[in-house]
């Protein structure tokens, strides 16, 4: 067999090779530009054919002009294949087409964790026959000091690093008790409420310190109100808090001038039965500064301090969170961080 044939042979299996694997327009279009176009197999072929003796054209010629009518047979074949596949894939996505099924990646807002913890503490209070009130978070310091038996050069003062406003005797409250002073100064009795907002000390910040943080406190009001009804009152909240029904809480005696007697309650750890990392294993939770409320206090307010009495409490929200959720930096609750955020 001369030569040429082996090659229009091997051109051939190249072709069909090439023809089978092609599954796009695009690649079908390469394929007759490899083979059929001027530059392609078939007319170098035939321009090696053009150098052959005529005995040689004789055998090969009808060979190539075979191959050139199957190429072009069989490509345009292909072509009408894969178009017919087109239309019916079209058809298929048109018929099977659900609206339903695109789904924007929907990025949802949520409440603030603050605004969270918030809601279900006053939910608590409600529950209890409290109200919620609101106090200003520039407060004089009426409020925020003097009203609350805390005078000008009282060392408790050195406790509440302030910020001062540039607007003498104005500053940023250092603790939601200025809130009852607001409170009291209505002389509604018996007075039920619960204050809960922003507080700023002006202090370094670390992990477990911010200048801002923020508190609730609780003041009740009425004749005869004794010490009992504050940790039967704090007892309960606390068991609501930590949804806990057998939450225990203790006493221990401290000191705030707007109380007398001054207690701190701590609580039995909810979290676990044996000591844990969150009480330190001490099985209990410092968690609020306490107490009666100082004559001084209702005094100041224009209350006949002999007819009427009262407790008042106060925490933090950000400790409660923290604990609750595990969180180890009370810096994160002001923090823009989305990842920190969308957890709640
Ligand atoms: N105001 C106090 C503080 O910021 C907390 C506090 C202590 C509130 C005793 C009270 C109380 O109502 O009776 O540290």
């Not at 659900?98 to 279900?120: C, F, N, P």
Request: charged share 25%; net charge negative.
């Amino acid at each position: 067999m001369i030569p040429i044939i082996a090659e229009i042979e091997q051109v051939k299996q190249s072709f069909i090779a090439a023809l089978d694997s092609a599954t796009t327009g695009k690649e079908l279009d390469e394929i007759r530009n490899a083979f059929m176009s001027r530059q392609g197999e078939i007319a170098r072929l035939m321009a090696l054919l053009k150098t052959l003796s005529l005995e040689e054209k004789r055998q090969a010629g009808p060979v190539l002009h075979e191959l050139r009518a199957y190429a072009e047979a069989a490509l345009d074949k292909k072509y009408q294949q894969n178009e017919q596949a087109g239309l019916q894939a079209l058809a298929c996505r048109e018929q099977s087409f659900d609206v339903t099924a695109l789904r924007y990646h929907d990025k949802r807002g949520s409440l603030h964790i603050y605004s969270q913890i918030i809601e279900k503490l006053e939910d608590i209070f409600i529950s209890m026959g409290y109200t919620v009130v609101e106090g200003p978070e520039v407060e004089t310091e009426f409020y925020n000091f003097d009203a609350l038996n805390i005078p000008k050069n009282h060392p408790a003062r050195d406790a509440h690093d302030t910020f001062w406003l540039t607007i003498p005797s104005l500053l940023l409250r250092t603790h939601t008790s200025a809130v009852q002073i607001h409170t009291l100064e209505k002389r509604e009795f018996p007075l039920a409420i619960c204050a809960p907002g922003r507080v700023y000390r002006n202090e370094a910040t670390d992990a477990s310190h911010n200048f801002m943080f923020t508190q609730i406190e609780g003041l009740f009001i009425d004749k005869n109100v004794s010490m009992a009804n504050l940790i039967a009152t704090v007892q309960t909240f606390l068991q609501a808090v930590f949804e806990k029904k057998d939450l225990k809480v203790r006493a221990r005696p401290s000191y705030f001038p707007f109380v007398e007697p001054g207690i701190e309650i701590d609580c039995s750890c909810p979290f676990c039965i044996a000591g844990c990392s969150i009480c330190k294993k001490t099985k209990w939770i410092e968690l609020m500064g306490a107490g009666l409320v100082h004559p001084n206090v209702l005094k100041s307010c224009g209350i006949d301090e002999q007819v009427y009495s009262g407790f008042a409490f106060g925490l933090g929200i950000d400790r409660l969170a923290m604990m609750k959720y595990g969180i180890n930096d009370i810096r994160l609750f002001q923090s823009p961080k989305i990842g920190f955020l969308e957890q709640f």
